[in-house]
């Protein structure tokens, strides 16, 4: 049973950083594509970043250069660090798994597994 557990959301100013993270259980490395997805009060959701199996990465046109996806493959553990943060990335963020976002970042995302969420707010 896949299980996928979130933590680092918080609050912060513009410009400032986060990070979150996403460990996941009930997989066998190397693990499917990974990623976050996010939605915004009011709005739909958005893919963020995906990490492919074998450790291609995608990024939205709006994050991209600011963030950064990785992974602890020992702790099987998939980061999402977040810097120079705007009030518009404000969001619940969930981590996903077995997603389409690693085929197309920017289109409407799917995905077999989803974590709780953990929401992050940036004030201006």
């Known amino acids: 049973q896949v299980q996928l557990v979130e933590s680092g959301g918080g609050s912060v100013q513009a410009g400032g950083s986060l990070r979150l993270s996403c460990t996941a259980s009930g997989y066998i490395e190397p693990t499917p594509c990974m990623g976050w997805i996010r939605q915004a009060p009011g709005k739909e959701l958005e893919g963020v970043a995906s990490?492919?199996?074998?450790?291609?990465?995608n990024y939205a046109n709006s994050v991209k250069g600011r963030f950064t996806i990785s992974k602890d493959h020992a702790k099987n553990t998939l980061f999402l660090q977040m810097d120079s943060l705007k009030p518009e990335d404000t969001a619940m963020y969930y981590c996903?798994?077995?997603?389409?976002?690693?085929?197309?970042?920017?289109?409407?995302?799917?995905?077999?597994?989803w974590g709780q969420g953990t929401q992050v707010t940036v004030s201006s």
């Open positions: 996903v798994s077995e997603t389409s976002i690693c085929d197309d970042v920017n289109g409407p995302p799917r995905a077999n597994h």
């Open positions: 990490r492919g199996r074998y450790g291609g990465t």
